[in-house]
């Protein structure tokens, strides 16, 4: 069965630190890639997404993930992290031939200030 | 575009009741999905529908969860009788479905608390 692991449960980071949370898929077919991000009280957004073509993927507010085929992963990535960021971020696969979207248990993201 | 549309956004009730959530997707959306997010297991697809036809239901933990969907524009997920393990945060998106590469959207979500 498809499945999704997202390494850390949660991080705690400063304010300006660099960011990277780790993704991993079982699938060995063609994907399709997300990563969603729900603040606090909010409920779930796109942060971005990956389909084809380039496997660098900019998305909102700076973050960008990377796919790299050979490794089954989807990392997410920002250079500096800000307070706003406090979040918890979902990792996302669906199967290119399948409307179904199989999530991680997400990582809870903490900044200080 | 309002968005997703979820009521009630909190629902307190006693084991054995039944509960009613409520969705309504986005206006011209295809696909709609009900989701069950619990600390311990994250982020659960129940069910989902193409065209108000329900495709895969693999995801309802028990007969005691039934989903509807009579129309384009409204989708029901009931729970009933409803027990204390079902407390959880229910989510609805909605998928146009022009191409399996489009995103899904997600409403608000309904807080369950099952006492």
């Known amino acids: 069965a498809q499945s999704v692991s997202q390494h850390n449960h949660h991080v705690i980071l400063s304010e300006a630190a660099s960011l990277e949370l780790g993704c991993n898929y079982s699938?060995?077919?063609?994907?399709?890639l997300f990563w969603y991000v729900q603040y606090p009280g909010q409920h779930l957004q796109l942060l971005l997404k990956?389909?084809?073509?380039?496997?660098l993927v900019k998305g909102i507010k700076g973050f960008e993930a990377e796919f790299i085929k050979s490794k089954f992963s989807f990392n997410l990535r920002k250079p500096s992290v800000q307070w706003s960021d406090t979040a918890e971020y979902f990792c996302?696969?669906?199967?290119?031939?399948?409307?179904?979207?199989?999530f991680g248990k997400g990582t809870r993201l903490h900044i200080l200030p | 575009d309002a968005g997703v549309i979820q009521s009630p956004r909190h629902e307190v009730t006693e084991m054995g009741q039944e509960v009613t959530l409520r969705c309504k997707p986005i206006?011209?959306?295809?696909?709609l999905f009900w989701y069950r997010q619990t600390m311990m297991r994250g982020l659960e697809l129940l069910i989902y529908?193409?065209?108000?036809?329900?495709?895969?239901d693999s995801g309802m933990p028990e007969d005691r969860f039934s989903a509807k969907m009579p129309n384009a524009s409204f989708s029901t997920l009931k729970i009933q009788p409803s027990e204390p393990r079902d407390s959880a945060v229910y989510f609805c998106?909605?998928?146009?479905?022009?191409?399996?590469?489009?995103?899904?959207?997600f409403g608000p979500g309904t807080r369950l608390l099952v006492l």
């Open positions: 206006s011209g959306h295809n696909s």
């Open positions: 699938y060995g077919g063609t994907v399709n």
């Open positions: 998106a909605s998928r146009p479905q022009r191409s399996l590469q489009e995103t899904q959207y």
């Open positions: 996302a696969v669906s199967p290119n031939r399948d409307d179904k979207i199989i």
């Open positions: 529908f193409n065209n108000n036809v329900p495709i895969d």
């Open positions: 990956y389909f084809s073509g380039d496997p």
